[in-house]
C-alpha cells in the first residue's frame, strides 16, 4: 500500500522536486506509520514544495492551512454561512415556521462552510494538508490540531460529529519562531529540511529555471554556497537561488567571470537586508567569485 | 507487528536478535535525551520488519524520521546510530550544553545523577559550596517570623548575606516576589477582556427566536498574551556575590511565570531554562553545573548579547517579551559590539529592564564602558541589591 522509497524519489524528481536522500523515506513512513511530517528549517529551504510536490506525487488535491498568531477554530475548521443564515431566518419568517425547525434547518448542511481543516477530513481521496508556519499559531490551537490529528473526527455542536472519509497525510511546517510542544512533536515524524548542497542546488536549478546551461547553474550554485558561508543576517533560501538564477538567464549571462559587475549588482535577489547588502562589497562577491571554478 | 513470520527457526532466531539490538538502541537514544516512547517502539519495530531495514542507511534514514523532535536530535542522531549499528566512533553522546532545552522531564532526573558530579566545577559547585546546605535546610522553606525580620532582611545588601538561615530567607522571598509579579500580571489581564468583536455565530444562535434580529448580541474577547519574562543573568567572577540568589531568583521566576526563559552569560551564553525548571533546587544546581562551565571568570556581555540575538532572540522574543539584564556592566569586550548588540535587541523586545547591584552602592555612578555603551537602549535601570529594590520592580512590570 504504501509507495516505496524509490518510486517516490523517482516521482518527485518528476515532478520538479530533487530531494535528499532522506526525504523518500521519510515520506515512505508517513503512509506506514499514518503520522504527520513535521518539517523544520530555515525560511526558503523548500518546505512547503515539499507538501505541493507529495500532493502531485500522489495526484490528489493539496489543502493548505496558513497559520498566524490568533488563528481559531472558525478560520481553520468551519464556519456558518451567517448572511445565509439571516436571510433564511426572514424567509421563513413569513411562511411562519416554528423557530425550533428554523435552528434546525439553518445548521444544516448548506450552510456549512467549511474550512481547511474540515475540508481535508471530507475528501474521498486522501488529500495533502499541508499546515504552514505551525509555530505562528497560539499553543491552544496547536492542541486542538493534536486532538484533530490523533482522531481525524470533528464535533460540531449544532451538526454532529463529523468522521474523515478518508485521512489525509499531513505535512507542518515550522520556521521555529516558538518551541512547538512535546506532545506534538512526539505525534509526528520529523525532517530538517537543511540547505541543499552544491549538487542538489544544481540540479534544483536545472529543474527549475528554464534554459539554463548546466555549467552556470553550477557556478551559481558554489557561489550561493559561498554566499551562505559569510556572515549573514539572513542567509539566501533556494527559493532566492532561483530568483538570482532566473535574472542572469533573463540577462543573458553565460559565464559568472564574463560579468563581475552584473553579478555584484544581481547579487541583490540574494541579499534581503540592507545590512547585508552594505556589508557585501564589490571585493568580497569578487573574492568569491574567484573561488568559483 | 508483521515480523518476517518464517518457519524456519534460524530465522525467527535473528529477527528476534534483531529487536534486542533495537531495544538496546532505543535505550541508547533515551539516554541521549530522545523522546521515545512506547508507541515510538512499537513503529521502529514495524520499520525493523519492513524493506527499509535493507540497507544501513536507508534504516537510518526511517528510524532518524522516526524518533527524532527537533533539530539537536537530527543533528546527533547519526553519530548515535553508527555508534550502536555500525560501531563507528564514540559509543556514547554525552548531551551538551545546549541539548539541555531538549531535554523532556523524565530524562532530567538521570542527569543528576553521577555524570552531573563527575563534571567539573561549574556554577553548581560553586553555588552549592556557599549555600547548599542553606537550600536543604530551606525545604520546607523558612517561614518569616513577622513583618519585622523580613523588612530588616530585605533591606541587607546581598553581599552581607553569609549565614545559611539568612540565605535561605532571602531565597524564599525571592520565591515570593516572583509569585507575585505574577499573580498581579494575571489579574490585570482579566480586568483588561472587554468584548471587542462581534462572535455572529453565537448571536445568531441567539437570536433565532427572534427572526434573526441580533437583540441580544454576544463578543467575542480578544485574548491578551501573558507578558514573557526573559533573564539574562551575568555570572561572571565580579558578580560572583550574587550569582546565587539571582539563581535562586530566576528559579522562582520560572516556576511562577508563565513564560518565561533564562539565560546566564560569563564568556559564553548558556540557556538554562530547561535546568532550572527542575522543581527540586538542588537538582536544578545539578543540572546547571553540566550546563555553565567557566563561571565565575571574565565577562563578555556584548558578544553574549550577540550570541543571544544570532541564536535565542527569534524563538524567545514575541511582541509581549520583557528583557530582564541582571549584570554589573564590566565588560571585558569592545563597548562598540555591546552597543550594537543591545540596539538590536532594544528593536525586539518591548522593554529592556537591567538591573545593577552596584547601584546600591555608595557613590557608584555607571561609568563601566560596557554600561555607558548599553544605557541609552535600557528602559528602566533600576537596582538589584537588595530584596527591597526587586520589589520596588513588580509595578513596572505589572504596568506592561
Known amino acids: ?88 431566518i426572514r424567509a421563513r419568517e413569513v411562511s411562519a415556521c416554528d423557530s425550533k425547525a428554523v ?115 553550477l557556478q551559481i550554485a558554489r557561489m550561493v554556497e559561498g554566499v551562505r558561508k559569510e556572515d549573514l543576517r539572513k542567509r539566501p533560501g533556494v527559493a532566492e537561488t532561483l530568483d538570482w538564477a532566473a535574472a542572469l538567464v533573463g540577462l543573458d549571462v553565460k559565464d559568472l567571470h564574463d560579468d563581475p559587475t552584473t553579478v555584484h549588482e544581481t547579487l541583490r535577489c540574494l541579499l534581503k537586508t540592507q545590512e547585508d547588502r552594505a556589508r557585501f562589497t564589490p571585493e568580497i562577491s569578487a573574492r568569491l567569485l574567484g573561488r568559483v571554478a | 507487528m508483521g515480523c518476517a513470520q518464517s518457519d524456519a527457526g534460524d530465522l525467527n532466531q535473528a529477527s528476534a536478535r534483531m529487536a534486542h539490538r533495537l531495544s538496546g538502541f532505543l535505550s541508547t537514544l533515551r539516554n541521549n535525551a530522545f523522546a521515545v516512547g512506547l508507541k515510538e517502539t512499537e513503529d521502529a519495530a514495524q520499520v525493523l520488519a519492513s524493506a527499509l531495514a535493507s540497507r544501513p542507511a536507508v534504516l537510518r534514514a526511517a528510524l532518524k524520521a522516526l524518533v527524532c523532535a527537533r533539530r539537536s536530535d537530527w543533528l546527533k542522531f547519526d553519530d548515535i546510530f553508527d555508534a550502536y549499528w555500525l560501531r563507528r566512533g564514540m559509543r556514547r553522546v554525552v548531551p551538551l550544553a545546549n541539548a539541555g532545552r531538549a531535554m523532556k522531564q523524565a530524562e532530567r532526573r538521570q542527569l543528576a545523577g553521577p555524570e552531573a558530579l563527575q563534571r567539573e566545577a561549574g556554577l553548581g559547585e560553586e553555588v552549592a559550596t556557599s549555600n547548599g546546605d542553606a537550600d536543604r535546610n530551606a525545604t520546607p522553606p523558612a517561614r518569616m517570623q513577622g513583618a519585622a525580620r523580613a523588612e530588616r532582611l530585605s533591606e541587607t545588601d546581598f553581599r552581607k548575606l553569609h549565614d545559611p538561615e539568612a540565605i535561605a530567607e532571602a531565597h524564599a522571598l525571592a520565591a515570593q516576589l516572583a509569585r507575585c509579579m505574577r499573580s498581579r500580571l494575571s489579574r490585570r489581564e482579566r480586568a483588561r477582556l472587554k468584548g471587542q468583536r462581534i462572535d455572529l455565530r453565537r448571536t445568531i444562535r441567539r437570536n433565532v427566536s427572534h427572526g434573526g434580529m441580533p437583540i441580544e448580541r454576544m463578543w467575542r474577547r480578544k485574548k491578551r498574551k501573558p507578558l514573557r519574562l526573559i533573564v539574562l543573568l551575568d555570572a561572571s567572577g565580579s558578580m560572583s556575590l550574587y550569582t546565587s540568589v539571582f539563581v535562586r531568583f530566576i528559579h522562582g521566576v520560572l516556576d511562577e511565570f508563565r513564560e518565561a526563559e533564562a539565560f546566564l552569560f560569563h564568556t559564553r551564553l548558556v540557556h538554562v531554562s530547561a535546568a532550572l525548571r527542575e522543581k527540586d533546587a538542588a537538582r536544578a544546581l545539578d543540572r546547571l553545573s553540566l550546563l555553565a562551565q567557566g563561571v565565575g571568570g571574565g565577562t563578555r556581555i556584548g558578544e553574549s548579547l550577540a550570541a543571544f540575538n544570532r541564536w535565542h532572540a527569534k524563538g524567545v522574543i514575541h511582541s509581549r517579551t520583557c528583557m530582564m539584564i541582571i549584570s554589573d556592566g564590566y565588560d571585558t569586550g569592545t563597548p562598540q559590539v555591546m552597543a550594537a548588540e543591545m540596539q538590536q535587541l532594544a528593536k525586539r523586545c518591548k522593554r529592556i529592564v537591567w538591573l545593577n547591584p552596584m547601584i546600591g552602592w555608595d557613590g557608584y555612578a555607571p561609568t563601566a564602558r560596557g554600561m555607558q555603551a548599553a544605557l541609552p537602549f535600557v528602559d528602566l535601570f533600576a537596582p538589584a541589591h537588595n530584596l527591597q529594590s526587586l520589589a520596588a520592580l513588580e509595578p513596572y512590570l505589572a504596568r506592561l
Open chain 1, 1 to 88: 500500500m504504501a509507495m516505496s522509497r524509490e518510486r517516490i524519489a523517482e516521482l518527485l524528481g518528476g515532478v520538479g522536486y530533487v530531494a535528499d536522500r532522506e526525504l523518500p523515506v521519510a515520506l515512505q513512513l508517513m503512509d506506514m506509520l499514518g503520522r504527520p511530517l513535521l518539517l523544520e528549517g530555515e525560511a526558503g529551504v523548500g518546505k512547503t514544495e515539499v507538501a505541493k510536490a507529495l500532493a502531485a506525487v500522489h495526484g490528489t488535491e493539496l489543502i493548505r492551512l496558513q497559520c498566524y498568531e490568533g488563528i481559531d477554530q472558525s478560520t481553520a475548521l468551519y464556519e456558518w454561512n451567517y448572511q445565509r443564515q439571516l436571510l433564511a
Open chain 1, 103 to 217: 435552528e434546525q434547518d439553518i445548521f444544516s448542511e448548506p450552510f456549512l462552510l467549511e474550512r481547511p481543516l474540515l475540508a481535508a477530513i471530507r475528501r474521498d481521496n486522501r488529500p495533502v494538508l499541508l499546515i504552514d508556519e505551525i509555530d505562528r499559531a497560539d499553543e491552544e490551537f496547536e492542541a486542538f490540531l493534536l486532538e484533530l490529528l490523533s482522531d481525524f473526527q470533528v464535533s460540531i455542536p449544532e451538526f454532529g460529529t463529523v468522521k474523515a472519509k478518508s485521512i489525509p497525510r499531513v505535512v507542518l511546517t515550522s520556521n521555529s519562531t516558538r518551541e512547538l510542544s512535546d506532545a506534538l512533536r512526539r505525534r509526528c515524524l520529523y525532517h530538517y529540511v537543511d540547505y541543499p548542497d552544491v549538487q542538489r542546488e544544481t540540479r534544483i536549478i536545472l529543474a527549475r529555471v528554464r534554459g539554463i546551461a548546466t555549467s552556470l547553474a
